[in-house]
């Protein structure tokens, strides 16, 4: 029950997360190009890596409780795979083909770059 509440926790505090930095970066951009999106899943997959790579490898006696909330609650909740789903198809349907292929593109690129840095990160320290 504890890991439960404590996933529930951690997703409630990276929504808002979530939602802080992407607003900050739509602040900073404009709406036309899901630059929010993009920035919350690139930095939530290098946690995800780094955050991985310590708590399983660097402190591998870190709870399990530590990994739920951390890994599972807080980046489960801040990451947004589902959103970029459906700006993507956004995109689409307003026949901002170009933008929708680079935003896929990106995507992908960025989020798997970043966790690869992470681990690098995580493995460095």
Known sequence: MTN???IFLGAGIGGVLRYWVSNIIYWMTNRQFPYGTLVVNTSGCFLMGLL??????R???ASLQLRS?????????????SSFSIETLNLFENSAWL?????????????????????????QL
């Open 4 to 6: 439960i509440v404590l």
């Open 69 to 81: 909330f951390l890994l599972i609650g807080l980046l489960g909740g801040y990451t947004t795979f």
């Open 52 to 57: 991985f790579v310590l708590l399983t490898e």
């Open 59 to 61: 402190f591998a006696g």
């Open 99 to 123: 933008s929708g292929f680079l935003n896929i593109f990106f995507s992908i690129f960025l989020c798997i770059f970043a966790a690869w840095l992470g681990v690098l990160g995580g493995r």
